[in-house]
């Protein structure tokens, strides 16, 4: 019945190209990392060896100032990372493939840079080298403008529908039921996570 009923207007070219200029943030690609690092372990409930730790880490940093070409042999001489192996090398990161902390050190180092810090995280402390950067880049609009049109299809259809079966509920007598009132909402141009449209 919802079928025959309730007909939706496809998203025609002006509407994709507006939500895609209110959103241009959901269109790009992500910036990509390069990075090693040397893990320590540490425990912030054993506080002697916490600070143990952390002056070991510091000792690993200022030997790095004098010589970064060692950054390979201490990686793995002291990390406890597998990577280790490789020299503390973790390869290519995306956003998310790393703790917050350990993100947000990357993203304020400059390739070649060595963290000043040990940047502690829930596994312990990093010492970390950013060795290369790839901005993220705006995609154009012919790429996504087929999954804009399908994710405003079908949020207008969803939306069609709720308000059709509020319609129905509202005009029908119905007794012995209490039915909550729902309130539908109107899809605004930025209110969708759309993170299926990022690449």
């Not at 312990?124 to 996504?144: K, M, Q, S, T, Y």
Request: glycine share 6%.
């Amino acid at each position: 019945m919802i079928e025959r009923f309730v007909v939706t207007p496809e998203p025609d070219g002006d509407s994709c190209r507006r939500y895609y200029d209110r959103n241009r943030d959901k269109f790009r690609t992500p910036t990509i990392y390069e990075a090693a690092h040397i893990l320590l372990s540490v425990s912030r409930n054993e506080n002697v060896a916490f600070e143990a730790k952390r002056r070991n880490a510091h000792a690993i940093i200022s030997a790095l100032r004098e010589d970064p070409s060692r950054f390979a042999h201490l990686a793995r001489a002291y990390s406890i990372c597998p990577s280790s192996a490789d020299g503390g090398n973790l390869g290519q990161l995306l956003p998310g493939d790393t703790t917050a902390e350990f993100e947000r050190a990357l993203a304020s180092l400059q390739p070649g840079e060595i963290t000043q810090a040990p940047v502690e995280t829930r596994y312990g402390l990093h010492i970390i080298r950013l060795d290369r950067r790839i901005e993220g880049a705006e995609l154009p609009f012919e790429p996504v403008k087929e999954r804009i049109a399908s994710y405003l299809r079908a949020a207008t259809i969803t939306q069609a529908r709720a308000l059709y079966v509020r319609m129905l509920v509202e005009q029908a007598n119905i007794e012995g039921l209490e039915l909550a009132s729902h309130r539908t909402r109107t899809p605004r141009d930025n209110d969708a996570p759309l993170g299926a449209l990022r690449t």
